[in-house]
Every structure is written in structure tokens, then in C-alpha cells.
């Protein structure tokens, strides 16, 4: 197979399937294929700032599903300025104008509920994502408590609402559920849901079609705006400064803002600090990573979902081998409903679960490794002492592997750059620094990048 449009059409089915379809939409329907140029394939975008977001939460998916698809390991460029052919409801709500019908809800509580307008359409929204189908423990207790009254009472308690936890533990789960008993309780409420790239795209598109009025007219007369990823925007001046008079439009018009990202305010690199302090003006919370007995129970709601029973001592081993991602829960169940299913029905044991989901448990064993691990692995390699890493000492021969430390640590861990700064006893500019410096060698040297790809594995076999 060597056509780029076949090779990406059977990509695109392997992907449908692996990603949720709010997910798709968002992200992998918005990317066209260009090219192949020996080892590498080219897919393009509409801009470049979304190529950056690509790499950072899509490529390997991407990468995977282009090898089960072809049988052979690609190299994937991102490539921006494509025309991307939006779907037709998409299209569809581009050019529709925008309602002015504005009303007033209000309650026999004692307290009125805020005014609410235009209707918002729940088709955007994933219906899987209810507040009913989260399973609450007492890792995310105090972040479900928070969305509920939100939905309740939107722009009078917790405003804004800061939720922050490493990826796939229910933080997207959360705003949509928001989102769907908000529209449940006032039918006519504006509600928004929006990733800060998508935030982004279409400011970038404002500006190209001079439309900036329209942009900003949609953003600052909503009721409740929910955006996930926030931390997409450090280092991005210019959105953030819309993004910072978004905000202030509608906290200064009592509308709920709710914002998802995967660090805390501060710990979110080249944000301003004026929109740092705005996002603790209200609540922040976090979502931990569940105990055993809740994803033993998240593994029971799931396998209820999909109408299939697994012997209680597999849903066991399941919850003790993956603790880190409820995504990676729900990823092993589904790949064992799909197994079963397609095997006429075989019944699923221990050992066949060892067997189907021995990725996934590699996955996870990798993202439990620590910078205290990778940084004595490095200084076992280079022959240097754990100390000098975080030493103020700065000859080549320490800082060097410093610097392969740190951009291990940013590759293996979920950590902040931030934190991870704070474990070398530097700040997160060095990291930035360390990091690109390291990429630019294992792209120009090919024995370095074997000798990275070692000290991964020796990690990883920890």
C-alpha cells in the first residue's frame, strides 16, 4: 500500500475505533494527508499552531494506527497552511447567524438563577459523558461536588473552576457532563465547550478573515465556557491576551468559566501571571489517580456499558496492573469485549488477559518511572555522580547528561516542566532548554539517538 489516501483512510477507521468520537472530530477529522517522502509521512492542518498540539497529544496514537495500517513504521510530519473541508454541521453552524433571543430563568429558591440565553445545541457534546456515568471515588470527590453545583447554579458558586490532574483520569468527562445537565436544567442556556486549540484555530482564523467582532462577539456573550487544555496556551502571547479579555467579559457578566489542563495555574510554563492569578480567584482542584477499590468499580460500570460480563478475578488483575489512567482502564476492557466478541464468544481469563493487553501494561510500567530513576540511570551511563545533577557544577561532561535527564524526565513523566525543573534544582527555562537541545541532536545524530533509545529501555526494565 503506498498511496498516501488509502494509507490514511485505513489509518482514520483504526482511529475511529480507538478514539472516542468527540475526540476524532476534534482532532484527527481536522487533518488531511499531503505526502510520503521515503520513511515519512506528511499530514497537514490548517495551522501551525495546531501542529504543535498534534505532537504533543496525537503523534504516537497517529504513528500506531499508520503501522497497523501498513505493516511498517513511519516518521509523521505535521505540516500547517492546508485547506481542511470542515463537516457539514460544522459548516452548517459556521454560517448560520446567531440567535438574539435572550431569557430570563428563575427558580422558587429563595436565590434567582443567572440570566441565560441562546440555546446550545447538546449534539456537541458526548453523550457517554454524564454525571451518572462517573464513577466517583475519593480521588475526584471534591471535583465532582464542584461540577454538580456548577450545573445547578452556573455563575454563582466556584467561578471559575480550575481542574487540574495528569491526562485521563475524568477531567473531559467532567466538563462535558457539566455542559449536559446544564443544557437539562435550562434548555435556552449558551454552553461551550472548546479545547484551548480549537480556542486557538479559530481566533488565527478570525484574524485571516478579518472577523475578529464575530470571534469575540460568540466568546464573551456565552453562559458557561468550558476549556479544556488550557495549558495549551503557555507561550502564546498574543491568544492569551484575547483569552485574558474573553475571561474578563464573562466574569465581569456572572457566566461560569470552568477550565481544564493537566498542572495547576502556576506550574503552567510562559502563562501570564495575570491570568494565573485570575484562574485562583475561584476553586482549584484536582483529580487524583483512583484507588484500587474505585477502579475496580470504574471497570464495573464500564463492562455494564458494554453489556459484557469478565470474571471478577480478571477485572482484579486489571485494576492492580493499571492504576496511573481510567483511559487506560477503559482501553484494556474494550480490548477485551472486542476479543471475545470476535473469537465466537471465548470466555476471558487471567492469562488471556496478560496476553492481549501486555502493551498497555508496558505503558503503564513506563509512566510510573521517576526523575529520581532517570536521573540515576543517566548518571550510571555517563559515569558522573547522582549528585552532579543537581549540582550548581557546569562542565560538559555533567552538563550534558543533565540535560539528557531532563529531556528523559519531560518524555517519561507526566511531571510539569516546572517540577521537573525543580528536581534539578534549575527553573523551567533550562528545562525548555535542555529539551530542544536534546531533540536537535538525535535528529543530526544517529548514534546519539541509539544511545538515548538504551537508556529508555534500561528504564523501562526497571
Not at 498542572?263 to 501570564?272: A, C, V
Request: hydrophobic fraction near 40%; include cysteine.
Amino acid at each position: 500500500m503506498t498511496d498516501i489516501q488509502d494509507i490514511w483512510q485505513n489509518a482514520t477507521i483504526i482511529l475511529r475505533s480507538t478514539l472516542n468520537a468527540d475526540t476524532y472530530e476534534r482532532s484527527i477529522a481536522q487533518i488531511v494527508p499531503v505526502r510520503i517522502e521515503g520513511k515519512t509521512i506528511v499530514l497537514g492542518v490548517s495551522y501551525g499552531i495546531f501542529c504543535e498540539w498534534l505532537v504533543a497529544n496525537y503523534k504516537d496514537i497517529i504513528a500506531e494506527a499508520l503501522q497497523k495500517a501498513t505493516g511498517k513504521k513511519w516518521k509523521i510530519v505535521f505540516e500547517g497552511g492546508h485547506t481542511v473541508q470542515l463537516p457539514e454541521e460544522e459548516a452548517a453552524e459556521e454560517k448560520a447567524p446567531v440567535a438574539e433571543t435572550v431569557s430570563t430563568v428563575t427558580t422558587s429558591a429563595t436565590a434567582a438563577k443567572p440570566d441565560l440565553g441562546q440555546t446550545s445545541s447538546s449534539l456537541r457534546f458526548n453523550k457517554r459523558y454524564t454525571f451518572d456515568a462517573f464513577v466517583v471515588g475519593d480521588n475526584s470527590r471534591f471535583a465532582h461536588g464542584a461540577c454538580l453545583a456548577i450545573a445547578a447554579s452556573p455563575g454563582t458558586a466556584y467561578n471559575p473552576l480550575f481542574i487540574h490532574s495528569p491526562t485521563g483520569l475524568g477531567k473531559t468527562h467532567l466538563l462535558h457532563a457539566v455542559a449536559q445537565e446544564t443544557l437539562q436544567r435550562f434548555p435556552k442556556a449558551r454552553v461551550e465547550y472548546v479545547c484551548s486549540e480549537e480556542f486557538c484555530n479559530q481566533y488565527i482564523d478570525a484574524l485571516i478573515r478579518k472577523n475578529l467582532p464575530s470571534f469575540r462577539n460568540h466568546f464573551r456573550n456565552i453562559d458557561v465556557l468550558l476549556i479544556d487544555d488550557i495549558h495549551f496556551l503557555g507561550g502564546k502571547e498574543g491568544i492569551q491576551e484575547e483569552f485574558f479579555h474573553t475571561f474578563n467579559a464573562l466574569y465581569n457578566g456572572h457566566k461560569q468559566i470552568v477550565v481544564a489542563s493537566d498542572r495547576p495555574p502556576h506550574e503552567i510554563g510562559g502563562l501570564e501571571k495575570r491570568l494565573v492569578s485570575r484562574f485562583e480567584w475561584g476553586l482549584t482542584t484536582d483529580i487524583q489517580v483512583p484507588n484500587l477499590e474505585t477502579r475496580i468499580a470504574i471497570l464495573h460500570k464500564k463492562q455494564t456499558e458494554h453489556a459484557f460480563k469478565i470474571p471478577e478475578e480478571v477485572l482484579r488483575y486489571i485494576a492492580v496492573r493499571l492504576k496511573s489512567s481510567i483511559r487506560r482502564l477503559e482501553g484494556a476492557l474494550i480490548q477485551l469485549v472486542s476479543y471475545s466478541s470476535l473469537s465466537g464468544g471465548v470466555p476471558i481469563t487471567i492469562a488471556t488477559a496478560e496476553q492481549l493487553l501486555c502493551n498497555l501494561f508496558n505503558e503503564e510500567a513506563s509512566a510510573q518511572i521517576t526523575v529520581e530513576q532517570i536521573q540515576r540511570a543517566v548518571a550510571d551511563y555517563y559515569d558522573i555522580r547522582i549528585a552532579d545533577m543537581t549540582s550548581k557544577r557546569r562542565p560538559a561532561n555533567i552538563a550534558f547528561p543533565r540535560q539528557v535527564a531532563m529531556h528523559l524526565s519531560r518524555k517519561l513523566t507526566d511531571l510539569s516542566l516546572t517540577t521537573i525543573a525543580e528536581h534539578f534544582n534549575r527553573n523551567h527555562a533550562t528545562v525548555i532548554h535542555a529539551i530542544e537541545a536534546i531533540n536537535e541532536r538525535q535528529t543530526n545524530n544517529q548514534d546519539f539517538q541509539r544511545e538515548i533509545a538504551l537508556i529508555e529501555r534500561k528504564l523501562k526494565n526497571l
